[in-house]
């Protein structure tokens, strides 16, 4: 499997505004962003490991993101603000290039909203984890995500779930992240 790279990136994804108009569930509005190094040729996505004692989705590992607040223009620049909050990624060396379908979280009735963006690779940007939030900044290729997919049966608060879930690097990737990899991983995607 590769990556269709042949095609633009923004054809292979929703426009925000396609994204911001599917129907489904209310809940908290909330934005990530998915910040693509290395595209077409060796591409890569940056996430962070949140810190074990947080009240919410402790230890997990998630794209940078979070709620709405009344200031940020739109959902696209509360996926910029959180990032820059998150792991100091500057807003200007994010090139937005689409968005995929909003994911609601089922525990915490999120709405979120991922925003699929560019980035020069990791080594060039000056990332720091925000240590009130992030235990630590991590990218994966996308080869090593692919590699590492599996269907799983975990217990989250006793009830089973089967889930999608990618492990790599001895890190596990599921819930709401895994759903939004997912679905940029089917739209990029060669067979």
Excluded: C
Excluded at 99 to 120: D, E, I, K, M, Q
């Amino acid at each position: 499997m590769g990556n269709k790279s042949d095609t633009p990136l923004a054809d292979l994804l929703l426009t925000p505004e396609d994204a911001l108009a599917m129907a489904g569930r209310r809940g908290t509005q909330a934005a990530v962003l998915l910040a693509l190094y290395g595209w077409p040729d060796e591409p890569g996505l940056i996430f962070t490991e949140r810190r074990a004692d947080l009240r919410r989705h402790a230890g997990e590992i998630s794209f940078p993101g979070g709620r709405q607040d009344p200031e940020d223009a739109d959902l696209a620049a509360t996926a910029l603000r959180e990032a820059q909050e998150e792991i100091a990624l500057d807003p200007a060396a994010v090139e937005l290039t689409g968005a995929l379908a909003p994911v609601s979280t089922f525990v915490t009735n999120y709405r979120v909203h991922p925003f699929v963006g560019t980035v020069p690779h990791p080594g060039e940007l000056n990332l720091k984890p925000n240590p009130t939030e992030v235990e630590t900044v991590l990218t994966f290729s996308l080869d090593l995500l692919r590699e590492g997919y599996e269907m799983r049966r975990l217990v989250r608060r006793g009830v089973p779930v089967n889930t999608p879930t990618y492990e790599v690097e001895g890190q596990l990737i599921w819930g709401a992240t895994a759903r939004i990899l997912g679905d940029l991983l089917q739209r990029i995607t060669t067979s």
